[in-house]
Each structure stands twice: as C-alpha cells, then as structure tokens.
C-alpha cells in the first residue's frame, strides 16, 4: 500500500557531504512523523535523525550540528543532509515513516510503518 525509495548514498572522503532522498509512494493520505536510521558494521540500528508533521526536528548526539534532515510534504519526501562526514557514520541507512493510507475507498483508512529498503553511505579517511 506504501513504498518507500531511498537514495543518495555513496562512497565518500572524509570532510565531505552527501544528500539522501526518500519519497513515499502509494495510497497516502498525509504522511506523520519521518526518520532517518542507520546500521554499521557490528552495530545495532539506531535512530539518526527524526522528523514530525508539524516540523520538529530530533538529532543523535553523534550527529548534531552536522546533519540536517526535511521534509517536502507535497511530495511526500524527506532529507537527510549529511555535512563533515566521518569514517565513523558508515553504515546502511534507512528511511521510516508513519503514512495514514487508504484502502479499497477513502473512507477506509489506518496508519502504517514503512522502511525503505537501506542505501549505503561509506567514509573513507
């Protein structure tokens, strides 16, 4: 009923930048909270940046002041702006969000959970 296309990931020096994108696609209604995740080596998931609909914004620690994440909602995309990259943000990234879609009419409507399928983001030193 919803999917979820990221992309923007890559290999990069350290210092420099990247961009990723995730457009939501489907039966969507309007779009609630947003996030960015992510995943290294030997590590548990966890939560990079996060977004709600009315436009507050939440950091890791790890990633404050350089990191910056958005949203576009009549496109229904979210940002992550990803400034001074270290070796140490490599991992897989996923985007999540929490979509009110329909199903079969308008009127039949629930909330759902979609992740993207991961985009990799490499920083070499």
């Known amino acids: 009923q919803v999917q979820l296309a990221e992309s923007g990931g890559g290999l990069v020096q350290a210092g420099e930048s990247l961009r990723l994108s995730c457009v939501a696609s489907?039966?969507?209604?309007?779009?609630?909270?947003m996030g960015w995740y992510r995943q290294a080596p030997g590590k548990q998931r966890e939560l990079v940046a996060g977004?709600?609909?009315?436009?507050?914004?939440s950091y890791a620690d790890s990633v404050k002041g350089r990191f910056l994440i958005s949203r576009d909602n009549p496109k229904n995309t979210v940002y992550l702006q990803m400034n001074s990259l270290k070796p140490e943000d490599t991992a897989v990234y996923y985007c999540?969000?929490?979509?009110?879609?329909?199903?079969?009419?308008?009127?039949?409507?629930?909330?759902?959970?979609?992740w993207g399928q991961g985009t990799l983001v490499t920083v070499s030193s």
């Open positions: 999540n969000a929490n979509v009110l879609v329909w199903r079969g009419n308008i009127y039949n409507r629930n909330y759902l959970d979609a």
């Open positions: 977004i709600s609909n009315s436009g507050s914004t």
């Open positions: 489907g039966n969507i209604l309007s779009i609630n909270d």
